[in-house]
């Protein structure tokens, strides 16, 4: 078998065959057929790291993916979370809904969201054409939106969140499946950080967008104006993605008139020659993936931070009311969200920046946690309006930073076998995503303006999560290891 040092030696050199490895490696690939470990060191043989082709390969793939799938984010969490806005704007007084029933439409949409989180991705990696099947995912759910503006009693909202959250399901992880085609893993990280700034962004958009939508269109033509944001937002998202389907790449062996037949041979070589740890081996069964990520006791530290973090951001879903309660009305209520927001954009762009360029994850996600920690502490001691708001602002943007921080961490400590990490990633992934199962339930209306029952709840679980990550490495040495029978088979491979 090819080894990785020869392949680097005879880089170099000029190989006839390599040309012909890769055309062949791309035919199999473009019709489903496996590719040997030979083949494709093979045809990593093409790949020289930092030619000027090269880079054209990756502007172009920037260009067409990055802007494209980072406004369907922003479009996939405004549709998610306009109903906190509509709910401000009367959706609960005219449908006659209680808190419970509110809290109850947070936690329905993480439950099935969770559920069908992997078998979307399933489908997307036997689909050809991601660049349908994403735009197709975002029609459907952006139909639903607009049914939404239609809706007359509780159960219409219930059966609409949970349809939403099965649609929603596959495109963030569908969105990171097609980045690691495209993507070498040291390309991928500072790009998926950029598409959390999503979350944030379409925070303050949905709050600029919902305010000048229920105060110009409220009444008109006997309709709510949170009617009428469902109903815009879902046509927005309709119209984009019929627009995203002409501009989206699909996988770089399938054949395309955005990229050339060298192009794309490029592409599939310097991810063959990227995986190369993957192909060289047996990999692990998805049974066996499983169980060697569950047999990790690392998994439960991070999979325990997560899960308290998460938890801690469910009040995104009730600013808007929680802005009510400070004083804040009408279209004010509306606006107000926007700096939140900002801030929470500013600290995501900026400090997993400076992570990546310190190699640092642990201290900076102690760093975002005490912020939130501080925050909500403030937020519930202080009974000024005007510092409770400037630390709201503090305690989103602590929390929001240490999202892509703690994932990324994750996957670098538990980062062999592959299989195994990607495994580690889902798991943390989806029990964050659970902890909005209770934590919509923390924040009744009935305990405006100070919202104690809240702050003071986030206020452990932060606690928990910051000291959980202050001694995760300290406790990663001193846990007993449990590796599977599959990966210390892997090791004597290797």
Not at 20 to 28: F, Q
Request: aromatic share 12%.
């Amino acid at each position: 078998m090819t080894d990785q040092s020869s392949v680097k030696k005879d880089a170099t050199m000029v190989h006839p065959t390599s040309d012909i490895a890769s055309g062949e490696i791309l035919t199999k690939l473009a019709t489903g057929q496996s590719v040997l470990a030979d083949e494709a060191a093979l045809a990593a043989l093409d790949y020289q790291p930092g030619s000027a082709l090269e880079k054209k390969l990756v502007r172009k793939a920037d260009i067409l993916l990055i802007p494209t799938l980072w406004l369907m984010c922003v479009l996939c969490f405004m549709d998610r979370s306009n109903i906190g806005n509509a709910n401000a704007a009367g959706m609960g007084k005219d449908l006659g809904l209680s808190d419970t029933d509110y809290s109850m439409l947070i936690t329905v949409f993480f439950i099935a969201y969770c559920i069908w989180e992997i078998p979307s991705n399933v489908i997307l990696a036997r689909c050809p054409r991601p660049s349908l099947y994403l735009p197709g995912l975002m029609i459907v759910w952006g139909a639903i939106v607009c049914a939404m503006s239609t809706m007359e009693t509780y159960g219409h909202v219930l059966v609409c969140r949970v349809f939403l959250a099965i649609i929603e399901a596959g495109f963030p992880p569908g969105v990171l499946y097609i980045m690691t085609t495209w993507y070498k893993k040291s390309e991928i990280g500072k790009r998926w950080c950029l598409f959390y700034t999503a979350i944030c962004f379409s925070g303050a958009a949905s709050g600029l967008i919902s305010g000048a939508v229920i105060s110009g269109l409220e009444g008109v033509n006997g309709r709510r104006g949170w009617r009428w944001l469902f109903l815009i937002e879902g046509i927005v998202t309709i119209a984009f993605a019929i627009f995203a389907a002409c501009i989206l790449p699909d996988y770089p062996h399938t054949p395309s008139r955005r990229f050339s037949e060298e192009e794309r041979r490029l592409a599939v070589a310097r991810i063959l020659h990227d995986r190369a740890e993957v192909v060289k081996r047996r990999k692990l069964t998805p049974f066996q993936s499983v169980k060697a990520a569950l047999s990790d006791l690392r998994l439960y530290l991070f999979a325990g931070v997560f899960i308290l973090q998460n938890g801690s951001t469910t009040v995104s879903y009730f600013i808007p009311t929680v802005l009510a309660s400070m004083g804040y009305k009408g279209t004010a209520q509306q606006w107000m969200t926007v700096p939140i927001w900002a801030v929470g954009v500013t600290f995501l762009l900026v400090f997993p920046y400076v992570s990546d360029r310190t190699g640092n994850r642990q201290w900076f996600v102690v760093g975002g946690l005490t912020t939130g920690l501080i925050s909500a502490i403030i937020c519930v001691s202080v009974h000024a309006n005007v510092v409770r708001y400037v630390f709201l602002c503090f305690y989103i943007a602590g929390l929001y930073m240490t999202y892509p921080l703690v994932l990324t961490w994750a996957s670098e400590t538990i980062n062999q076998p592959a299989e195994k990490r990607a495994v580690v990633i889902a798991f943390v992934n989806s029990a964050g995503s659970l902890s909005s199962t209770y934590g919509g339930y923390i924040w009744p209306s009935t305990d405006a303006p100070e919202y104690k029952t809240g702050f003071i709840t986030v206020s452990i679980f932060i606690g928990l999560a910051l000291t959980i990550a202050i001694f995760l490495p300290w406790l990663s040495r001193r846990l007993p290891k449990f590796t599977t029978k599959a990966e210390r088979e892997l090791e004597l491979e290797d």
